[in-house]
Nanobody, 125 residues
């Protein structure tokens, strides 16, 4: 079956960096758009970044542009989110998502067919 497993979350001070990784199995990874979403306590899940199947197209939410970078390694079936210059507002559970119907990513959570279990990211001030 399809599995998405996130790793790399943790506690970091404001201004610091973290790198999240998502390992995918059970799907044809190189043909799927992938995305990262996050959900803070008491808030709805929000789009963070997405990447096309071949890696040439990326989208970011405005609040992370210039700080976060999404990338993928189709040989290893992994997608990563490099997070720099982090702030307490980045504190959330981060989810990896796969879209089995699109090669070009969407920013809409409803467009993704599979989700990981999430990894907690906490940024202290």
């Amino acid at each position: 079956q399809v599995q998405l497993v996130e790793s790399g979350g943790g506690l970091v001070q404001a201004g610091g960096s973290l790198r999240l990784s998502c390992a995918a199995s059970g799907l044809t990874f190189s043909q799927l758009a992938m995305g990262w979403f996050r959900q803070a306590p008491g808030k709805e899940r929000e789009f963070v970044a997405s990447i096309s199947a071949w890696g040439g197209v990326t989208y970011y939410t405005d609040s992370v542009k210039g700080r976060f970078t999404i990338s993928r390694d189709n040989a290893k079936n992994t997608v990563a989110l490099q997070m720099n210059a982090m702030s307490p507002e980045d504190t959330a559970v981060y989810y990896c998502a796969a879209d089995q119907f699109r090669r070009i990513p969407t920013k809409l959570a409803g467009g993704y067919t599979n989700w990981g279990q999430g990894t907690q990211v906490t940024v202290s001030s």
